[in-house]
């Protein structure tokens, strides 16, 4: 039996994807990603002051915390549907995330 749950979390892995998201401009890049559970997101920091990326989607929740100029931070797509992502600093960035 524990090798079934071994493969089938290794299979899930190998399939998961990277979702960059550039944070410029005061403005997330792109601005609506579709994705699935176990995919990751990477938010890249490229403008000249600091960011924050975060959601309060209870099944999704996470905050990145305060997020230097140059720095990349990674989450971990943990549950199906719909979050919005906001940057606590700069209100009006704002990313749609769609998990299915």
Do not use: W
């Amino acid at each position: 039996m524990k090798a079934i749950y071994i493969i089938l979390f290794t299979t899930i892995t190998l399939f998961a994807q990277n979702h960059t998201i550039d944070q410029k401009n005061k403005t997330f890049i792109p601005h609506e990603i579709y994705a699935k559970v176990g995919d990751t997101i990477t938010f890249k920091n490229s403008d000249p002051f600091v960011h924050n990326a975060f959601t309060d989607n209870k099944k999704n929740l996470f905050d990145i915390g305060i997020q230097p100029p140059g720095e990349d931070r990674v989450i971990k797509i943990k549950a199906k549907g719909t979050f919005k992502v906001e940057c606590a600093i700069h209100p009006n960035m704002l990313l749609e995330v769609h998990v299915k």
